[in-house]
């Protein structure tokens, strides 16, 4: 019921606002449907705030207002009961009000925190992926200098060594080839991609050029040929 009340709150908001649908409003707000569902679960605080203050801003909403309309945790601040006195509610809504007021700063300052954690991950990640590539880095440049100068050759084992850093990486990374050059094997749709001939699927194909999977993902096909 609580998701049902805040679809049909956004639906008015973007009445209001000329926007026809969730599609045209994550348009209008540079955010993805799934962020605008995220709105309509409640669930502002596992999203950017750079996405937040965008649909509050379509919305004609301060970030603040929006938060206290779509964050499940303002509505749970909402649904305390609140004595009858005219005083004591005028200090409970000020108190509500400071409550959001710490909220907001609380929900932009976690926001910050993640993106300064994300930015930090990265960095890291490139340097550390950098440090397993740093004999390639080293010598690669130098031997393809050499080789187009006409100066040296590389014997195919050296060149092999040299590139073995970079294979070491992606197999970290979950990067997984599809059969091999060269390789004769049953065509499968789903994993080969045929670039010559005509063959039915379980027909034997010979492997051009190999295709990855990611982890679980295809991430592009093996491109065969008919032997």
């Not at 409003?25 to 709105?39: E, F, I, P, Y």
């Not at 390789?183 to 991609?193: I, T």
């Amino acid at each position: 019921m609580e998701r049902d009340e805040r679809s049909r709150q956004l639906r008015q908001l973007m009445a209001q606002a000329g926007v026809h649908s969730y599609r045209d409003l994550a348009q209008r707000a540079g955010v993805s449907q799934w962020q605008v569902t995220q709105v309509r679960r409640g669930m502002l605080g596992q999203m950017r705030l750079a996405p937040v203050q965008s649909l509050s801003e379509v919305l004609g909403l301060s970030l603040a207002d929006f938060i206290a309309a779509f964050s499940l945790e303002t509505k749970a601040l909402s649904v305390q009961s609140l004595p009858d006195e005219p005083l004591a509610r005028d200090t409970a809504s000020e108190q509500m009000r400071q409550r959001l007021k710490t909220l907001e700063h609380e929900y932009t300052r976690l926001q910050h925190q993640i993106e300064q954690q994300q930015t930090t991950l990265e960095t890291q990640f490139r340097r550390e992926s950098l440090q397993k590539l740093e004999s390639w880095l080293t010598y690669w440049p130098s031997a393809t200098h050499a080789v187009e100068q006409g100066q040296a050759q590389i014997a195919p084992e050296n060149r092999i060594r040299l590139v073995r850093p970079v294979e070491q990486l992606m197999a970290d990374w979950g990067l997984r080839p599809i059969g091999q050059v060269g390789e004769v094997v049953p065509f499968n749709p789903q994993r080969h991609q045929l670039v010559q001939g005509n063959v039915q699927p379980q027909e034997p194909v010979k492997i051009k050029s190999v295709g990855y999977w990611l982890d679980d993902k295809l991430l592009f096909r093996a491109k065969c040929t008919v032997p």
